[in-house]
């Protein structure tokens, strides 16, 4: 029991220098040179990804002879030799220098001139590198630096992918730009706060993909993330801050989430007879993902073709453009509204709920004074109940054209959309047509 330790001490020791889990003041990690998490789960030191020149300063599973960074520092300034030094200042920033060139490539803080009492930088196993006051626990919610803060592709176990609203930081994760190019790539996920929040893909400047929004314990219109016996997840809304968190149930299972060049979601799990990472889940996307395809008010079923189409009560707005499978325009009101007082909302089920950019909610309003809102301003469009458990509660409402949207019997959900007086009281007719749609469908 005491050898052991001992050979794997001595073992690190010749191979590299540091081996230990923490970086002090004024100390430097050179190449070669690694800092090891307690457990040995996690290693941070340079690297080179495959067919590059380049070198960098990142995070990598120790165990796994395959190598994956879990979390590069460098990303869009890399070292273009091995002279990488990397200090811990006496103000606990990280730098990073180039010693053949004597310039700082990357730091964890633009500048600081406070000192402080011995601050240390420390790797743990969950995989983050955190820099704090000597003396101070290392699993404080805020210390003076984290590299959770700051995913690059990856989201480990653990992280809050998100808003603190506190500090006013966001995490999100951006994909590399290519597999031997840790540099910002094209794809970036986060949680867009104007309005409900939503989990959106960019491509650049543009939505590529909507997660639907959290409506108590899953997203609205997403089928694949079920509860599961590896991890379990939830996704927290309040004064403080809004997250996205997935926490390993199986410890002993190594996960990651990752966010490929090509914009495609890989959860991989480690398989260690096969000593490879396995495919756990991907979002698998189709047409009916593309964001907006069928315009506003207009709904996609995959099951259909062609498969955009009106939502009931609704028409094409360009009817020409419709028929030749040009839906941008979507669709508009069959009768259009007025704002008069006989108007009022007709039930449809199993949607993914729409885009809720510009929407408004409120977690405590019941479903009754929801509608009543709705109601009582002409320009809220649809509501629904912001948290489907239990009975459901909460509030969210909608403004002008609603986007989005697409038919899912499975993972869908319930709108209540503004239509004239005229339209109202169809709820028969669209049971039918569901029953009818659900027998089609079975
Ligand atoms: C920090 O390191 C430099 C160079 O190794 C040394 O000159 C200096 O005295 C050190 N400062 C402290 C406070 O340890
Ligand atoms: C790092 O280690 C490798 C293999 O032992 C060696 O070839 C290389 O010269 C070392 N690089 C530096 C910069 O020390
Ligand atoms: C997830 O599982 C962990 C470990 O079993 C548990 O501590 C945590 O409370 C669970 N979280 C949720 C949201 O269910
Ligand atoms: C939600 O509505 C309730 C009841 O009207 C109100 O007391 C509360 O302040 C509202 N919450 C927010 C966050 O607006
Ligand atoms: C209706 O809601 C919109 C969006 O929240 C708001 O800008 C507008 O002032 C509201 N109108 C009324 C009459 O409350
Ligand atoms: C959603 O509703 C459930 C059941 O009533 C409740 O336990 C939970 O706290 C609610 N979530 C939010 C965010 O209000």
Known sequence: MLIFPFLVGLYASITCSYAAD????????????TIVSPQETFELGFFSPPNSMNHYVGIWYKKIPKRTYVWVANRNTPLTDTSGELTLTLQGVLILREATKGNVVWSSAKSSTTLVKNPIGQLLDTGNFIIHKEGEG??????IWQSFDFITDTLLPGVKLGWNFITGHERRFTSWKSPDDPAFG???YGIDIRGYPQMILMEGQDIKLRGGPWIGFRFSGISTLRPNRFFNFTFVVNQREIYYQYNLIDTSAIMRLV???????????WSDSKQEWNLYSTRQTDICDQYAV???FGSCNIGKSPVCECLKGFEPTSPDQWKNTDWSQGCRHTVPLNCSPGEGFNKYTNLKLPDTRGSWYNQTIT???CEK???SNCSCSAYTTSNISGTGS???LWFGGLIDIRTNAESGDTLYIRVSASELGNSKTILLFSLLALRLSV
């Open 367 to 369: 479903l009754v004074e």
């Open 22 to 33: 923490t970086i002090s003041a004024n100390q430097t990690v050179r190449y070669n040179q």
């Open 394 to 396: 909460g509030c969210l």
């Open 373 to 375: 809102l709705c109601k």
């Open 259 to 269: 966010l490929q060049p090509s914009g495609r979601f890989e959860l991989l799990l």
């Open 186 to 188: 094209e794809f970036s």
């Open 294 to 296: 069928c315009g506003a």
């Open 138 to 143: 290392t699993n404080q919610e805020d210390p």
